[in-house]
């Protein structure tokens, strides 16, 4: 008897050890240093699937996109999700618009890293900044023109295992004077390596 509640409670112990909170205060979003440019590479991307259907390489806002990639040799899929609010809370004279970025690998292989890149932009002069709310904001030159201003680049990476990266936050844009409505844009890239493969595969996806 002495020994079964030895079972029961290293059991429990484990059980709770093994139990971590999905908290998204516990992430925290990398800068990415490489060049990479997540809008560069889905304006690419759209040019190869000859789909191209935007000018000067201007994005339109919309509230969601999801796209999937489907790995060869049946490896299953990689799906890049970004989505962003339409209209902002309105702050004085800052906009904040809530986004949400992911990576998603459905499948049976074991993935050895999974993330989710992205990067933002709008038209903005004079005195004009972005930020992707994390710091790092960017400002557009002294110019009464307007500029399509893009942010820093940010990512999240999970390399345990995890068949997902996701990251939420707010962009902001002040002051709104110096904004051209309805031209913020946000581009999220989702990456995977795979176990055994030695490629790595990348998709992304617009608002």
Do not use: H
Not at 43 to 51: L, P, R, S, T
Not at 95 to 122: D, F, L
Not at 150 to 158: A, D, I, L, Q, R
């Amino acid at each position: 008897m002495k020994k079964l509640f030895y079972i029961v409670v290293s059991l429990i112990t484990i059980f709770v050890v093994n139990v971590t909170p999905c908290l998204a205060g516990t992430q925290v979003a990398q800068t990415d240093t490489s060049g990479f440019s997540p809008i560069q590479s889905y304006q690419q991307q759209v040019k190869n699937e000859k789909k191209q259907n935007k000018k000067n390489g201007e994005m339109s806002p919309a509230s969601s996109d999801a796209n999937t990639y489907t790995i060869p040799n049946q490896e299953g899929t990689l799906t890049s999700n970004v989505y962003m609010q339409t209209l902002p809370t309105i702050s004085g004279d800052t906009y904040q618009y809530n986004y949400q970025v992911s990576a998603v690998y459905s499948g049976n292989c074991t993935v050895e890293r999974i993330r989710t890149t992205w990067q933002g932009s709008a038209d903005m002069k004079t005195s004009g900044s972005i930020s992707l709310g994390l710091g790092d904001s960017v400002s557009a030159s002294s110019s009464s023109s307007w500029q399509n201003i893009k942010t820093v680049t940010k990512y999240y990476e999970n390399t345990d295992g995890a068949k997902t990266a996701w990251y939420s936050s707010n962009m902001i844009i002040a002051p709104s004077s110096d904004y051209e409505w309805f031209t913020v844009a946000l581009v999220n890239t989702a990456l995977v390596k795979l176990k055994g493969d030695a490629m790595v595969y990348q998709y992304s996806a617009s608002t």
